[in-house]
């Protein structure tokens, strides 16, 4: 009995002490990543808020500047790229609608020439 006390504690230290050090003394530090980082659950739930945006405040240049966070793909084929995760992911069909509506719009999108107000 008094062997596997010794066992426990042991374990119980161990766990401890590899706590405190992964969440206080050496956290891992995650610095200069990228939104194309993101995986493709996070990444198609961003692209759906964009969506959501898009039929609230109908502005498509806003739309397409906050989808080229993603890198250097046209605007519509990030947004299109998370129509096929999205059924998996549980989304709705009128959020499929909302993203199938984003990328149509996006299909005709040609960016305004215009400089900052």
């Given at each position: 009995?008094?062997?596997?006390l010794w066992v426990l ?18 956290p891992v530090e995650f ?87």
């Amino acid at each position: 009995m008094k062997k596997w006390l010794w066992v426990l504690l042991a374990f119980a230290a161990g766990i401890g002490l590899g706590l405190l050090y992964g969440w206080v003394i050496s956290p891992v530090e995650f610095v200069d990543l990228s939104p194309e980082t993101l995986r493709a659950d996070f990444r198609a739930d961003y692209i759906l808020m964009v969506a959501e945006a898009y039929e609230t405040e109908h502005d498509l240049d806003l739309a397409a500047r906050r989808l080229a966070i993603f890198g250097s793909a046209s605007p519509a084929d990030i947004a299109s790229s998370a129509l096929p995760f999205g059924p998996s992911a549980g989304f709705t069909p009128s959020e499929l609608a909302l993203l199938d509506a984003l990328v149509q719009d996006l299909r005709g999108w040609q960016p305004s020439s215009g400089g900052a107000p």
